[in-house]
Protein backbone atom coordinates (compact mmCIF):
# COMPACT_ATOMS: atom_id res chain seq x y z
CA UNK A 1 0.00 0.00 0.00
CA UNK A 2 2.88 2.37 0.91
CA UNK A 3 3.95 1.64 -2.43
CA UNK A 4 1.01 2.56 -4.62
CA UNK A 5 0.92 5.65 -2.48
CA UNK A 6 4.70 6.76 -3.20
CA UNK A 7 4.16 6.01 -6.71
CA UNK A 8 1.20 8.16 -7.01
CA UNK A 9 2.63 11.02 -5.16
CA UNK A 10 5.60 10.90 -7.64
CA UNK A 11 3.07 10.71 -10.69
CA UNK A 12 1.43 14.09 -9.37
CA UNK A 13 4.04 15.87 -8.92
CA UNK A 14 5.66 14.81 -11.54
CA UNK A 15 2.59 15.92 -13.53
CA UNK A 16 2.72 19.07 -12.16
CA UNK A 17 6.12 20.12 -12.48
CA UNK A 18 6.53 19.24 -16.29
CA UNK A 19 4.85 19.91 -19.04
CA UNK A 20 3.60 17.04 -20.99
CA UNK A 21 5.56 15.36 -23.99
CA UNK A 22 2.67 16.80 -26.59
CA UNK A 23 3.04 20.30 -24.99
CA UNK A 24 6.74 20.36 -25.30
CA UNK A 25 6.49 19.23 -28.55
CA UNK A 26 4.13 22.21 -29.54
CA UNK A 27 6.58 24.61 -28.00
CA UNK A 28 9.68 23.45 -29.72
CA UNK A 29 8.28 23.46 -33.25
CA UNK A 30 6.43 26.51 -32.54
CA UNK A 31 10.37 27.77 -31.65
CA UNK A 32 11.55 26.22 -34.95
CA UNK A 33 9.46 27.60 -36.85
CA UNK A 34 9.74 31.13 -35.67
CA UNK A 35 13.46 30.85 -36.21
CA UNK A 36 12.82 29.86 -39.55
CA UNK A 37 10.86 32.54 -40.23
CA UNK A 38 13.46 35.01 -39.44
CA UNK A 39 15.64 33.74 -41.09
CA UNK A 40 13.51 33.39 -44.32
CA UNK A 41 12.51 37.16 -43.49
CA UNK A 42 16.28 38.15 -43.66
CA UNK A 43 17.00 36.20 -46.18
CA UNK A 44 14.55 38.00 -48.40
CA UNK A 45 15.11 41.71 -47.46
CA UNK A 46 19.49 40.56 -48.31
CA UNK A 47 17.74 39.23 -51.80
CA UNK A 48 15.82 42.25 -52.50
CA UNK A 49 18.78 44.42 -51.66
CA UNK A 50 21.09 42.66 -54.07
CA UNK A 51 18.36 43.08 -56.62
CA UNK A 52 18.18 46.46 -56.09
CA UNK A 53 21.95 47.00 -56.19
CA UNK A 54 22.00 44.80 -59.72
CA UNK A 55 19.20 46.62 -61.42
CA UNK A 56 21.05 49.84 -61.83
CA UNK A 57 24.12 48.12 -63.23
CA UNK A 58 22.02 46.26 -65.82
CA UNK A 59 19.91 49.92 -66.83
CA UNK A 60 23.48 51.36 -67.29
CA UNK A 61 24.44 48.60 -69.65
CA UNK A 62 21.40 48.19 -71.70
CA UNK A 63 21.32 51.18 -73.66
CA UNK A 64 24.63 49.99 -75.90
CA UNK A 65 22.07 46.87 -76.98
CA UNK A 66 19.60 46.75 -78.84
CA UNK A 67 16.99 43.83 -78.14
CA UNK A 68 16.13 41.36 -80.74
CA UNK A 69 13.88 38.33 -80.96
CA UNK A 70 11.62 37.02 -83.25
CA UNK A 71 8.47 35.82 -81.23
CA UNK A 72 7.29 32.87 -83.61
CA UNK A 73 10.80 30.56 -83.30
CA UNK A 74 12.54 31.86 -80.20
CA UNK A 75 12.24 30.99 -76.82
CA UNK A 76 14.66 33.66 -75.89
CA UNK A 77 16.06 36.94 -76.96
CA UNK A 78 19.26 38.49 -77.37
CA UNK A 79 21.26 41.87 -76.59
CA UNK A 80 23.13 42.13 -79.47
CA UNK A 81 25.98 45.41 -80.26
CA UNK A 82 26.68 45.72 -83.97
CA UNK A 83 29.50 47.64 -85.91
CA UNK A 84 30.72 46.79 -89.14
CA UNK A 85 32.72 43.87 -88.05
CA UNK A 86 31.87 42.10 -84.96
CA UNK A 87 28.47 41.36 -83.75
CA UNK A 88 27.84 40.61 -80.53
CA UNK A 89 24.87 38.32 -78.90
CA UNK A 90 23.98 37.59 -74.76
CA UNK A 91 21.06 36.50 -74.30
CA UNK A 92 18.27 37.64 -72.41
CA UNK A 93 18.75 34.62 -69.30
CA UNK A 94 22.51 35.57 -69.57
CA UNK A 95 22.96 31.91 -70.48
CA UNK A 96 24.95 32.57 -73.34
CA UNK A 97 27.46 35.35 -75.13
CA UNK A 98 28.28 34.46 -78.51
CA UNK A 99 30.41 36.91 -81.02
CA UNK A 100 30.51 36.62 -84.69
CA UNK A 101 33.51 38.48 -86.36
CA UNK A 102 32.96 39.38 -90.33
CA UNK A 103 30.01 36.73 -89.86
CA UNK A 104 32.00 33.78 -88.32
CA UNK A 105 31.10 33.06 -85.15
CA UNK A 106 34.33 33.64 -82.66
CA UNK A 107 35.98 30.85 -80.37
CA UNK A 108 36.00 33.04 -77.17
CA UNK A 109 37.58 34.84 -75.71
CA UNK A 110 39.35 35.95 -78.62
CA UNK A 111 41.98 37.37 -77.48
CA UNK A 112 42.82 39.05 -81.27
CA UNK A 113 39.89 41.58 -80.25
CA UNK A 114 41.79 45.06 -79.57
CA UNK A 115 40.38 48.42 -78.42
CA UNK A 116 36.82 49.52 -78.84
CA UNK A 117 35.67 45.77 -80.45
CA UNK A 118 37.45 44.26 -76.64
CA UNK A 119 35.47 47.15 -74.68
CA UNK A 120 32.13 46.16 -76.53
CA UNK A 121 33.03 42.53 -75.24
CA UNK A 122 33.85 43.14 -72.19
CA UNK A 123 30.73 45.30 -71.98
CA UNK A 124 28.63 42.44 -73.07
CA UNK A 125 30.46 40.07 -70.64
CA UNK A 126 29.23 42.63 -67.90
CA UNK A 127 26.04 42.47 -68.76
CA UNK A 128 25.99 38.50 -68.68
CA UNK A 129 26.86 37.96 -65.59
CA UNK A 130 24.55 40.69 -64.32
CA UNK A 131 21.56 39.68 -66.16
CA UNK A 132 22.49 36.13 -64.98
CA UNK A 133 22.70 37.64 -60.93
CA UNK A 134 19.05 38.78 -61.42
CA UNK A 135 17.55 35.97 -62.74
CA UNK A 136 19.27 34.11 -59.46
CA UNK A 137 17.86 36.94 -57.58
CA UNK A 138 14.90 36.75 -58.57
CA UNK A 139 14.55 32.71 -58.05
CA UNK A 140 16.07 33.19 -54.69
CA UNK A 141 12.93 36.34 -53.87
CA UNK A 142 10.44 33.67 -55.67
CA UNK A 143 11.69 30.71 -53.52
CA UNK A 144 12.18 32.52 -49.99
CA UNK A 145 9.00 34.20 -50.35
CA UNK A 146 7.25 31.06 -50.43
CA UNK A 147 9.20 29.25 -47.57
CA UNK A 148 8.12 32.66 -45.66
CA UNK A 149 4.74 32.31 -46.07
CA UNK A 150 4.71 28.63 -45.15
CA UNK A 151 5.86 29.85 -41.67
CA UNK A 152 4.10 32.63 -41.57
CA UNK A 153 0.68 30.07 -42.49
CA UNK A 154 2.36 27.15 -39.70
CA UNK A 155 2.44 29.77 -36.91
CA UNK A 156 -0.78 31.32 -37.03
CA UNK A 157 -2.13 27.82 -37.52
CA UNK A 158 -0.43 27.17 -34.41
CA UNK A 159 -1.81 30.22 -32.43
CA UNK A 160 -5.72 28.93 -33.74
CA UNK A 161 -5.34 26.15 -32.05
CA UNK A 162 -3.82 27.38 -28.74
CA UNK A 163 -6.81 29.80 -28.95
Do not use: W
Not at 137 to 154: F, G, M, V
Request: proline share 2%; with cysteine.
Amino acid sequence: MRKVIFFVCIFALAGCNKPSRVEQYKADKHRSDSIHLVEQTTSLAYYQAQLEQLMPMADSLLPFFTYEKNEKYQDHGYYVVKNSLLRILVRDDGQDLLVYKEGKRQAYPDHSLKGRDREMVERAEHLQVTIRDIKECEKRIARTSLEKQKYEKRLQNQLKIEN
